[in-house]
Each structure stands twice: as C-alpha cells, then as structure tokens.
C-alpha cells in the first residue's frame, strides 16, 4: 500500500482499496504487521468486513466472541439457559443473558442477568465483600 501526503497539510495518508477514498492514517485501524503500521482499510470499512465475517462464519458477532473469549458456541449458550429454565441463576427471576466467568480462570460459570451480572463485577467477585454486603444488609432490615 503507498503512502501519499494530502496536499494541504502534508500528513501521511493512504487509499482504502474498499472505499477507494485517501484518507489520514489515523483513519486506518492499527497494525503492528504492515510496513506503515496500519491496516488495509479504513476504520469503516474495517469495521464492516469484520462484521460480515463474524456473521457469515459465527452467525452473529455476539456467539464470535463467546466463542472467542470463552469457547461457548450458540447452541451451548442456549442449552445453559435451558438448564436454568431460562432464569437467572441467582436472582432466579430475571431472564438469564449474560454468561459470566472467572475472570481469573476464564472459567465459564453460569448465566445471569444484566443487574445480577453487573453486581458481581461492582463486588468485584470477591466473596469476603459480598458476605460483608449480606451481613450489612441483614444487620440493617432487623433494626
């Protein structure tokens, strides 16, 4: 891929072979592999391959990253909720949609959903601070 200036203000740019249009290399995603240090297409049109990839072999860019991050396809995803009969598996009220893991592990856990989930993380998924939480919570409804 050739570098060219824009004429105006002489920064370094080149031309998307997808969109066909030179533009400013901070207009192409990063890319430690090329000689220019940037991608071939511009952020866009980058975005918009990755998309169609994810959704041509992954059926969609959510089960490519669940398959990324935590090797749970679609069908696998969907057999946990069925296994918690759709619920949440703590508050076990709410719709289960978001599958949580040990962040230090990577192990895949259970799914949960969205406040649940989001309450793990707020503790931090520390136990000590989520037993300090229950006995704060129990100490202060018997007053």
């Known amino acids: 891929m050739e ?4 004429p105006s203000d002489k920064q370094p740019s080149k031309r998307c072979p997808n969109c066909s249009v030179v533009k400013a290399l901070d207009d192409f995603p990063n890319n430690r592999a090329t000689r220019d240090g940037k991608a071939t297409y511009c952020k866009p049109c980058h975005n918009q391959r990755i998309k169609e990839i994810a959704q041509r072999l992954y059926g969609g860019h959510a089960n490519f990253l669940r398959i990324q991050r935590y090797g749970i396809d679609t069908e696998a995803f969907q057999e946990m909720i069925q ?40 503790f931090g998924d520390n136990p000590l601070v989520i037993r300090n939480a229950i006995a704060y919570l129990q100490k202060s409804s018997s007053s």
């Open 3 to 6: 570098l060219t200036l824009f």
């Open 83 to 122: 296994d918690q009969n759709g619920k949440c598996a703590l508050c076990l009220t709410k719709p289960a949609k978001h599958l949580d893991h040990d962040h230090a592990s990577g192990k895949v856990r259970v799914v949960l959903c969205f406040s649940c989930n989001r309450g793990l993380g707020k």
